[in-house]
């Protein structure tokens, strides 16, 4: 017998992986949608955001009612009960609802100790994605952009301003020295015998 290569395995079987995840999604796209369709004739019932514990057997209640096929029927519950909020609804002693909305029958202990592990599981889950997200260091820079480090300000610095005692005023603001006059352009003896001559003239008059 002759020995097959495992790369011609692997190329064989990809394809079938493919249409076996096309076909996947095409079927949870028909789920929810059923599921949307439920929610939409039974609102009293069904509310994917606030939901209640249902009756068990619901699904007869729903067929006898008519308004959906039986396929869709079975679409539309296999996610509705898989929710992670319906799972954290299901508590002991919680009162059941049919498609009316009215109660019937509670919750058990049972019922709530296994929607209580499915709920767990949900959020380990949740957990383990969360710790592989990368770290916020290694994402990419936001839209309005990153500074680097060494450019960024320190917290709490706040810009410098100029202080006010003893600040030389720009060349621009200060006024125009006064024209001097001509006794200034005196010399100091001469600009003193002007002044007494001017105080003996006044004196004589």
């Known amino acids: 017998m002759t020995e097959q290569n495992p790369t011609d395995t692997e190329a064989a079987q990809a394809p079938a992986k493919r249409k076996t995840d096309a076909q996947r999604k095409k079927e949870f796209d028909a789920n929810r949608k059923a599921m949307d369709e439920l929610c939409e004739l039974y609102p009293e019932a069904f509310n994917p955001r606030k939901p209640k514990p249902l009756k068990i057997g619901i699904h007869e209640a729903l067929a006898e009612d008519g308004k959906l096929s039986k396929t869709r029927i079975r679409r539309a519950l296999n996610v509705y009960v898989r929710l992670r909020s319906y799972y954290a609804c299901m508590l002991e002693g ?112």
């Open 94 to 205: 919680v009162d059941r609802v049919t498609i009316d909305g009215s109660p019937t029958g509670q919750v058990s202990a049972e019922d709530a100790a296994h929607a209580k592990e499915k709920f767990d599981a949900i959020e380990k889950r949740r957990a383990e994605r969360a710790k592989q997200r990368p770290p916020a260091a290694n994402r990419k820079p936001r839209a309005d952009g990153d500074k680097p480090e060494g450019a960024r300000k320190p917290r709490g610095a706040r810009p410098s301003r100029p202080r006010k005692d003893n600040q030389t005023a720009p060349a621009a603001s200060q006024p125009a020295p006064e024209t001097a006059k001509p006794e200034d352009s005196l010399p100091p003896e001469d600009r003193m015998k002007r002044k007494l001559e001017m105080l003996v003239n006044k004196t004589k008059n």
